[in-house]
Nanobody, 118 residues
Framework: QVQLVESGGGLVQPGGSLRLSCAASGSGFVIYTMAWYRQAPGKQRELVAVITSGGSTNYADSVKGRFTISRDNARNTVYLQMSSLKPEDTAVYSC????????????WGQGTQVTVSS
């Protein structure tokens, strides 16, 4: 069982920055793709950013130029650096990992709240 634990959420003023982290734990696994999703109240969950094991990235149009996803493969950790935050970025952010242990898996973190408000 691969578990993901997020950290780094909180309250920030518009224009501010936050860095989210998500660490995978377990044994005998390899992670291929890691991603961040978010879900705002009353809205569907949306993909924010994704990164492959080779470092290729893709972003939602709404966060391009403001958010940066990165990963430390040795630590099985993915990061989301968020800058120029807007009130519409307010959501619960969750990380996701696709990989393989004995069998393929997809794991989710528990989510961390990000609130952008003055």
């Amino acid at each position: 069982q691969v578990q993901l634990v997020e950290s780094g959420g909180g309250l920030v003023q518009p224009g501010g920055s936050l860095r989210l982290s998500c660490a995978a734990s377990g044994s005998g696994f390899v992670i291929y793709t890691m991603a961040w999703y978010r879900q705002a109240p009353g809205k569907q969950r949306e993909l924010v950013a994704v990164i492959t094991s080779g470092g290729s990235t893709n972003y939602a149009d709404s966060v391009k130029g403001r958010f940066t996803i990165s990963r430390d493969n040795a630590r099985n950790t993915v990061y989301l650096q968020m800058s120029s935050l807007k009130p519409e970025d307010t959501a619960v952010y969750s990380c996701n990992a696709d990989g393989r242990a004995v069998t393929p898996f997809r794991s989710w973190g528990q989510g961390t709240q990000v609130t952008v408000s003055s």
